[in-house]
T-cell receptor
Framework: KAGVTQTPRYLIKTRGQQVTLSCSPI?????VSWYQQTPGQGLQFLFEYFSETQRNKGNFPGRFSGRQFSNSRSEMNVSTLELGDSALYLC????????????FGPGTRLTVL | DAKTTQPPSMDCAEGRAANLPCNHSTISGNEYVYWYRQIHSQGPQYIIH???NNETNEMASLIITEDRKSSTLILPHATLRDTAVYYCIAGTGTASKLTFGTGTRLQVTL
């Protein structure tokens, strides 16, 4: 069974630009969560999607948004990029909202210059 | 979600058992204890979780004290590939609400 895939793996953008990251969950998994990981703040929860609906949201500004498609694939978007948005963005999938085990992808390393 | 406290780093000799402690003294009755690990530059990997009883799977054992205020993750025969940051998390509801702390950096040496 293929794992969680994230594209692109690496990305370099400049301040003010926007970026879209993609996540394909494990086949059959319907819940997708996004996390931001930085050296200073550690791993922080961004949002979670299930059945194309955002179910939970972390404490991030509105510049961070996401969506989930009918095939459970998910995208997250960051608009008006800031230097502080440089981070590893991780996607995780699970069977459903109540399932305790999450499977993480390798992440997308975003660098904002 | 309950806050957890872990030592920042630990060393373990290859082949020996690695015992990683975690304190979660404010854990509430319906909160689970989860363990994940993150090997450098990879996404976190689920290891095990439990509520009250001790749990064991192919990767590790989880020992939870009777008062549930602390737990220990045991890797029975550590290998160099077990070198990673280990996160202990206490939480309820969906897994997505888990709060990852700073974890314990386990270094397995020859």
């Amino acid at each position: 069974k293929a794992g969680v895939t994230q594209t692109p793996r690496y990305l370099i953008k400049t301040r003010g630009q926007q970026v879209t990251l993609s996540c394909s969950p494990i086949s059959g998994h319907r819940s997708v969560s996004w996390y931001q990981q930085t050296p200073g703040q550690g791993l922080q929860f961004l949002f979670e999607y299930f059945s194309e609906t955002q179910r939970n949201k972390g404490n991030f500004p509105g510049r961070f948004s996401g969506r989930q498609f009918s095939n459970s694939r998910s995208e997250m978007n960051v608009s008006t990029l800031e230097l502080g948005d440089s981070a590893l963005y991780l996607c995780a999938s699970s069977l459903d909202l109540s399932y305790n085990e999450q499977f993480f992808g390798p992440g997308t390393r975003l660098t904002v210059l | 979600d309950a806050k957890t406290t872990q030592p920042p780093s630990m060393d373990c000799a290859e082949g020996r058992a690695a015992n990683l402690p975690c304190n979660h003294s404010t854990i509430s009755g319906n909160e689970y204890v989860y363990w994940y690990r993150q090997i450098h530059s990879q996404g976190p990997q689920y290891i095990i979780h439990g509520l009250k009883n001790n749990e064991t799977n192919e990767m590790a054992s989880l020992i939870i004290t009777e008062d549930r205020k602390s737990s220990t993750l045991i890797l029975p025969h550590a290998t160099l590939r077990d070198t990673a940051v280990y996160y202990c998390i206490a939480g309820t509801g969906t897994a997505s609400k888990l709060t990852f702390g700073t974890g314990t950096r386990l270094q397995v040496t020859l």
